[in-house]
């Protein structure tokens, strides 16, 4: 073995990436050749394109860094040398990542609790289990070319195990005294849905009320005058939506926070995964979600935003919308809150998109919320509901018959049971409303028969029609709403927030790079 030789078996051993058992499975015509594996591979392998291990295919690497074989030299002491700490040797078609970001991404990936190996292969099948490092793969390759990569069995589980689980405590990711950044972008896609451009809203309303210099942005800034830190909302549309796209690149990534808004059974959330892994830190909108990615390292913190005093109800110039036309006379007027629930105009409303759990469920009360005075938005989405004429209103229109409401339905699009935020709080009980809802997956504020009333769907006709018919019924539904309303807009549970969400962005903003 010449001195070069001896030199690279060194460093490919000091760095633990040589996998031998790898290396003979594809490569059985070695076996019997009496050579250790890691010596075969420096003195021939890799002059013959072997591979030293799952993640380095020599043509790929040499494509990106053609200097990496000059002088007939070894590509894979190349990598080590130059990308130290890495094992992801190739940007596949994430080609705006650096490796050092794509390594952080594909180790993080393989440590989230919703992600299984023999998941990611079952459902493709057509990706080699022997030779590829499927959480690479799925990372690099599965999440651009569309491809699910977390099964629906483990999603369920992994939701039911965090629902039971003890979990961390938030003081392990928050410094309340901490320092902060000088300016923060809050950003959210103008051609994004509407209740997403809401929530941006009242995050940085609530940011402003930390005492932080807060900005709402959107993918029309210029990256390059970006402010300090960025929180990027909904990241599942922003980066791939327009101008949003110019933004995916590993340097704004790396140091950048991102709110996830999005369930882990949808490919919308797939979509987001490359941006959420390999960023700075996680807000998710769902408890259990925030404690997942704190399972796979990542600082998280579960966080909604505080609502305002204010309400953005319907507009002058929304009186001609269709939708809105519909209304009875006296809902078309501005709603208060705190009109009592024996008051309000109409019984039931329900706001959301058609989907097969849903359609079961209304196919089969039809009859019965035909008895009642409804207001029923329900329609198949094909895009995001956005700022177009047709779309604009219906954030307005969702609170404004909320509030004319005395029931607001949460019928959940599948079988997860999540406790969408925006829906149930913002759009109902901060507006009067009291929620009936099939079972939601706990929340740590919220509680079922306290602040809404869960039931099963084949027995919620039943709750309704107790709350709507008789004294205790209605008696119960004016207690549940007065003691959610009185949550919903409570000066220190607003200051809680605050100081919560402070103190996450200092401990991110302190943290240096892993």
Same mark, same amino acid.
Not at 211 to 229: Q, T, V
Not at 373 to 388: E, G, L, Q
Not at 414 to 421: Q, V
């Given at each position: ?143 651009? &070319? /569309?491809? !699910?990569?977390? +099964? ?5 589980? %992994? ?8 979990? *961390? ?121 925030? &404690? /997942?990615? !704190?399972?796979? +390292? ?5 966080? %909604? ?8 109800? *319907? ?200």
């Amino acid at each position: 073995m010449t001195r070069t030789e001896q030199q690279d078996l060194e460093t490919i051993r000091e760095s633990g990436q040589f996998d031998a058992e790898f290396y003979l499975a594809t490569n059985p015509d070695i076996a019997g050749s009496g050579y250790e594996p890691l010596v075969h591979y420096v003195k021939y392998g890799f002059r013959e394109g072997r591979r030293p291990n799952r993640n380095f295919r020599p043509a790929l690497y040499l494509a990106q860094h053609p200097d990496a074989g000059a002088d007939n030299r070894n590509p894979f002491i190349h990598f080590l040398q130059t990308h130290s700490g890495c094992h992801v040797a190739h940007q596949g078609l994430l080609t705006r990542f650096r490796l050092e970001d794509l390594s952080l991404g594909v180790r993080t990936l393989e440590q989230l609790p919703f992600f299984e190996p023999e998941d990611y292969h079952d459902l493709n099948r057509d990706v080699a289990r022997a030779t590829t490092d499927l959480a690479e793969h799925a990372l690099l390759y599965g999440v651009p &070319e /569309g491809r !699910r990569i977390f +099964g629906a069995l483990r999603v369920s589980e %992994t939701l039911g195990a965090l629902c039971c689980g003890k979990g *961390l405590d938030d003081a392990d990711y928050t410094l309340p005294d901490g320092p902060v950044p000088d300016s923060i972008g809050i950003f959210h896609n103008s051609g994004g849905n509407v209740f997403i451009h809401e929530i941006a809203a009242d995050l940085h309303r609530t940011l402003v009320d930390a005492g932080l210099n807060c900005s709402l942005l959107d993918e029309n800034a210029d990256p390059d005058s970006r402010p300090d830190l960025c929180i990027f909302v909904a990241p599942h549309e922003f980066f791939h939506i327009g101008r949003g796209q110019a933004w995916a690149t590993g340097s704004i990534i790396q140091d950048a926070i991102m709110f996830n808004t999005e369930q882990p059974q949808t490919l919308w959330f797939e979509r987001g995964i490359p941006f959420l892994l390999m960023s700075a830190g996680v807000i998710d909108i769902c408890h259990q979600m925030a &404690e /997942g990615f !704190r399972q796979a +390292g990542m600082p998280a913190i579960h966080f %909604t935003p505080n609502i305002g005093t204010g309400r953005d109800y *319907l507009r002058k110039e929304d009186m001609q919308h269709p939708m809105v036309r519909v209304l009875p006379p006296a809902c078309r007027k501005q709603p208060d809150p705190h009109t009592p629930f024996a008051d309000r105009q109409l019984d039931i409303s329900f706001f959301g998109g058609s989907s097969p759990h849903r359609e079961k469920f209304f196919a089969r009360n039809a009859g019965f919320f035909a008895q009642y005075r409804n207001y029923f938005y329900y329609r198949k989405f094909t895009a995001p509901i956005d700022s177009s004429p047709r779309d604009n209103p219906l954030s307005r229109l969702a609170s404004h018959v909320a509030g004319h409401s005395r029931i607001a339905l949460n019928i959940h699009r599948d079988d997860y049971g999540f406790f969408e935020w925006h829906r149930i709080v913002k759009g109902a009980m901060a507006n009067g409303s009291v929620v009936v809802s099939e079972p939601c997956l706990p929340h740590p504020v919220f509680q079922p028969n306290v602040h809404f009333l869960e039931e099963t769907g084949r027995h919620i006709p039943n709750l309704i029609e107790w709350l709507l018919n008789t004294p205790d019924g209605q008696a119960r539904a004016e207690e549940i709403r007065a003691t959610t309303l009185q949550l919903v807009s409570a000066p220190t549970h607003n200051r809680a927030h605050c100081t919560r969400i402070r103190g996450f962005i200092s401990y991110v903003w302190s943290t240096p790079e892993p």
